[in-house]
């Protein structure tokens, strides 16, 4: 078995806060990360349903989210809520943004996924330090709970 299986969330968070301590690269990420995720989501709740029931919240996006799920799941299951609860908040976004803007929101998901990229890349090149995710790709999953560990730690609540 591979070192990247067997690590614990904080192991997975100790590495990934390794090229993450400039104060201007901390604060993009606080942007550029969240900004991510939900474009993904977007991108992912704009896919056309190719299933003729319409349950409004059975899409590629809910679908999507079921990995994730597991992937915090083996990790940590107090971070796990959290990171659900944030794909909730998402996911009422994508729906609501749907109901009342006009401007398609696969459109809006690809500038903010574009813009956002480019802010993560500008604060690594301020870092000094490439994008953990160049080590290891399951990095993109950790960022977001990364973000989520300091609010648990603010709240003081143990993941």
């Known amino acids: 078995m591979s070192e990247s299986k067997t690590r614990t969330m904080q192991e997975w968070l100790d ?10 690269n901390k604060k993009i990420h606080w942007i550029c990360v969240p900004l991510i995720f939900l474009s993904i989501v977007g991108l992912l709740w704009s896919i056309p349903k190719p299933w003729n029931v319409d ?3 059975l899409n590629f996006a809910t679908i ?12 940590s299951f107090p971070l796990t809520i959290g990171m659900m609860l ?14 009342f803007i006009e401007f398609p929101l ?21 870092e ?10 399951q990095f993109l999953m950790i960022g977001p709970a990364w973000l ?5 730690n603010r709240l003081g609540i143990r993941y």
């Open 15 to 24: 590495a990934y806060g390794v090229s993450h301590q400039n104060p201007l």
């Open 55 to 57: 349950y409004l919240w």
């Open 64 to 75: 999507a989210v079921i990995p994730v799920f597991l992937f915090y799941a083996r990790l």
């Open 86 to 99: 944030w794909c909730c908040f998402c996911f009422l976004f994508c729906n609501f943004y749907n109901q």
């Open 106 to 126: 696969w459109q809006t998901s690809i500038i903010v996924f574009i813009l956002a990229w480019i802010g993560q890349f500008y604060g690594h090149k301020i």
């Open 128 to 137: 000094g330090v490439k994008p953990s995710f160049f080590e290891d790709l």
């Open 148 to 152: 989520m560990s300091f609010i648990y």
